[in-house]
């Protein structure tokens, strides 16, 4: 047995070299930075030790602004794109002809690059002295006025961030999903049907429990995904998101690091570490109310 268990390690070894290296030595160091006061990253000194890095960053204006596009981006494109997801993945479950295609075709979008994709969505919805977009032009033809979703009010800039993340996550959500109802015992459904159980009965008390687990995973990870968002406020706005106002938690510390502010890992060490804590809350809140919601 003992010798089992030494191979088993011997197995693991790479593996857990690997986490410790890119992964647990990492994650100590930055909180071992994010302690040090006015650090100079070319000498690696520092002048005292405390949480005046914290003060700095919570008091930090772009950190706030950072803060609220995150959590609006969170709030609004996760429940939306689930539940989009959902719906779809129901339509194609319940239909026979050119089901194969229609799945690639909403599957696209997740293999596409993403700057690619925020370029079409500046043509679509960006203002310029040559043309209102696409977008503008649907809006005037309805007699509305043109809006420009690129460099104007930061409501039409929330939203095309919103629009376009929803975009490029919902087509994974959709394959999942559409795997989950496929793998539904028939016979529950076939039971249902010799009840004579109306549809949306059927939705709620079959296919909604026996998807569950995959549902809240995608709510979980989706929480997760949308915290860590910063190359999509890129792919539309450019590299320089605190002039326009969209900067999000993970771009703030790369800014503190590499940006025209960079030069401070210490408020970049602060900084993700309080993107941490915000994520592991809410990743332990979402795993609780999974564990009382989610069919076992």
Same mark, same amino acid.
């Given at each position: 047995?003992?010798?089992?268990?030494?191979?088993?390690?011997?197995? %693991? +070894?790479?593996?857990?070299?690997?986490?410790?290296?890119?992964?647990?030595?990492? @994650? *100590?160091? /930055?909180?071992?930075? !994010?302690?040090?006061?006015?650090?100079?990253?070319?000498?690696?000194?520092?002048?005292?030790?405390?949480?005046?890095?914290?003060?700095?960053?919570?008091?930090?204006?772009?950190?706030?602004?950072?803060?609220?596009?995150?959590? %609006? +981006?969170?709030?609004?494109?996760?429940?939306?794109?689930?539940?989009?997801?959902? @719906? *779809?993945? /129901?339509?194609?479950? !319940?239909?026979?002809?050119?089901?194969?295609?229609?799945?690639?075709v909403?599957?696209?979008?997740?293999?596409?690059?993403?700057?690619a994709?925020?370029?079409?969505f500046?043509?679509?919805?960006?203002?310029?002295?040559?043309?209102?977009?696409?977008?503008?032009?649907?809006?005037?033809?309805?007699?509305g006025?043109?809006?420009?979703?690129?460099?104007?009010?930061?409501?039409?800039?929330?939203?095309?961030?919103?629009?376009?993340?929803?975009?490029?996550?919902?087509?994974?959500?959709?394959?999942v999903?559409?795997?989950?109802?496929?793998?539904?015992?028939?016979?529950?459904?076939?039971?249902?049907?010799?009840?004579?159980?109306?549809?949306?009965?059927?939705?709620?008390?079959?296919?909604?429990?026996?998807?569950?687990?995959?549902?809240?995973?995608?709510?979980?990870?989706?929480?997760?995904?949308?915290?860590?968002?910063?190359?999509?406020?890129?792919?539309?706005?450019?590299t320089?998101?605190?002039?326009?106002?969209?900067?999000?938690?993970?771009?703030?510390?790369?800014?503190?690091?590499?940006?025209?502010?960079?030069?401070?890992?210490?408020?970049?060490?602060?900084?993700?570490?309080?993107?941490?804590?915000?994520?592991?809350?809410?990743?332990?809140?979402?795993?609780?109310?999974?564990?009382?919601?989610?069919?076992?």
């Amino acid at each position: 047995m003992k010798r089992n268990n030494g191979k088993a390690w011997l197995y %693991l +070894l790479p593996a857990l070299l690997f986490l410790i290296v890119f992964m647990v030595y990492p @994650l *100590i160091d /930055v909180f071992i930075y !994010s302690f040090e006061e006015g650090f100079n990253f070319a000498s690696q000194t520092y002048f005292g030790t405390g949480l005046y890095n914290f003060s700095y960053v919570l008091h930090d204006p772009y950190f706030l602004q950072a803060v609220q596009n995150t959590f %609006l +981006l969170v709030i609004i494109t996760v429940p939306v794109s689930t539940g989009l997801a959902l @719906l *779809i993945s /129901v339509g194609l479950s !319940s239909i026979k002809p050119l089901r194969e295609l229609y799945q690639t075709v909403y599957f696209l979008p997740y293999v596409t690059n993403t700057l690619a994709v925020g370029l079409v969505f500046m043509i679509l919805f960006q203002k310029t002295e040559y043309t209102d977009g696409l977008v503008n032009l649907v809006i005037e033809l309805f007699g509305g006025n043109a809006v420009d979703f690129i460099d104007g009010p930061y409501w039409a800039k929330m939203f095309v961030l919103c629009f376009y993340t929803i975009w490029v996550v919902m087509p994974f959500k959709i394959l999942v999903l559409t795997s989950a109802l496929a793998s539904v015992n028939q016979d529950y459904y076939k039971a249902a049907r010799v009840d004579g159980t109306p549809k949306l009965r059927v939705f709620t008390r079959i296919t909604l429990p026996m998807i569950s687990p995959m549902i809240f995973y995608l709510v979980i990870t989706g929480f997760i995904g949308a915290f860590k968002a910063y190359s999509d406020a890129v792919a539309l706005f450019g590299t320089d998101l605190n002039a326009a106002g969209m900067n999000t938690i993970v771009g703030y510390v790369y800014d503190m690091l590499y940006g025209d502010s960079g030069g401070y890992p210490s408020y970049a060490s602060a900084a993700a570490i309080l993107l941490f804590a915000i994520v592991l809350t809410v990743t332990c809140i979402n795993l609780l109310v999974s564990r009382k919601k989610v069919a076992i």
